[in-house]
């Protein structure tokens, strides 16, 4: 059993990250978690920080129930390390899944994610993985996390907008999906501009399944 936790409260992301998982890994179990006393969103280091206490506890329950493997659902990898401090199992990230994936798939990658506010958070993680000189930019699209769910058309065209000015002016081969939200832009914009969208949560599916 693999455990995808939402660290946020926003259930409907959570089933979204869910079907997602589970249609890129058909043979694997999956199940689908919701930190229920976390923030709504999250959208820089405050936000983080508030989800931090209730994921953990959610971490250590799954942990105790036999998963093989746990997904954080947020790109941010809210509370990685501590993650994988208290649990018996790998803890996958689904940012670090992603750049690790961009990485393997071409020399440069960049990101787009929500808000300006999103953007040192992912920078930091990016250094912190050895990754930085491999990224382009980190991008930030100026939709807000819950928009996604809200106002998915309107948020959808402003994701594939800045993800063109990525193709454009960046120099890469692949553009990070930076929001556990944006799953079905894959979907809704498949490798517009000729490069490839790298989804977190299709990612941490990925490599859940194999370990």
């Excluded at 799954?62 to 994988?84: E, P, Q």
């Excluded at 040192?120 to 000189?133: D, F, T």
Aim: hydrophobic content about 45%.
């Amino acid at each position: 059993m693999i455990v995808l936790i939402n660290p946020n409260s926003t259930v409907s992301m959570t089933q979204a990250m869910l079907r997602t998982a589970r249609e890129t890994v058909p043979t694997a179990e999956f199940e689908g978690w919701t930190s229920h006393d976390g923030p709504p969103a999250i959208q820089g280091e405050e936000d983080g920080k508030l989800a931090e206490a209730p994921l953990l506890e959610l971490v250590v329950k799954a942990s105790d129930r036999g998963a093989s493997a746990i997904i954080i659902g947020c790109f941010d990898d809210t509370a990685l390390d501590a993650a994988r401090d208290l649990a018996k199992c790998p803890v996958i990230g689904i940012g670090q899944a992603a750049y690790h994936l961009a990485a393997v798939a071409g020399k440069r990658f960049s990101v787009v994610t929500t808000l300006d506010i999103s953007v040192p958070v992912l920078e930091a993680n990016i250094r912190s993985y050895g990754l930085a000189g491999q990224v382009g930019r980190v991008r930030a699209s100026g939709v807000p996390v819950l928009a996604l769910e809200q106002d998915a058309h309107r948020a959808t065209d402003q994701i594939v907008a800045e993800i063109g000015k990525a193709a454009r002016e960046d120099g890469v081969q692949s553009v990070v999906l930076g929001c556990g939200g944006m799953v079905d832009i894959k979907h809704k914009s498949p490798q517009p501009f000729g490069i490839r969208l790298i989804d977190g949560v299709r990612a941490a599916a990925v490599f859940a399944s194999e370990l």
